[in-house]
């Protein structure tokens, strides 16, 4: 239906994007290069940059607390999304993701979602979103 709130899995494996993708390019780019990859470049490709992608003044604070020079390993009982599986389940990923915030308001810390009676973010629609 393109229903994403209604998909089977939700965004399989969304949850380690930063690390899965943080381990398969560290040696091949600077930190500084990597990470505009997930935050600016999609933001202005999908024409989101008049509120996302960047830390600046009137935009959402979108922050990510990471390390990335810690490793950990995948396990099913720390997958977070509505069916705990995962290709990277077992599998050693370099970049903990310490805290989430999504506009302003800490939604994942220390490895669990704080309060999870309500939902912080919003749909981004580019139809909608921008007007």
């Known amino acids: ?14 949850q380690f994007l930063l690390a899965a993708s943080y381990t398969a390019m560290k040696d091949k780019m600077p930190l500084e290069q990597f990470i505009p990859l997930l935050t600016e470049y999609p933001a202005v490709f999908l024409k989101l940059d008049n509120r996302k992608g ?4 009137g ?12 490793k950990f ?30 506009n302003g308001i800490t939604v994942f810390k220390d490895a669990r ?4 009676s309500k939902t912080h973010g919003k749909p981004i629609l580019a139809d909608n979103y921008n007007n």
């Open 59 to 70: 935009y959402d604070a979108d922050i990510v607390v990471w390390k990335p020079g810690k």
């Open 113 to 116: 979602i704080p309060d999870k």
């Open 1 to 14: 239906s393109g229903n994403l709130q209604k998909a089977w899995g939700g965004i399989s494996s969304l």
């Open 54 to 57: 960047f830390l600046k003044v």
């Open 73 to 102: 390993t995948v396990r099913a009982e720390d997958i977070l999304h509505r069916h705990p599986i995962s290709p990277y389940t077992g599998e050693e990923l370099n970049g903990l993701v310490q805290q989430t915030i999504v």
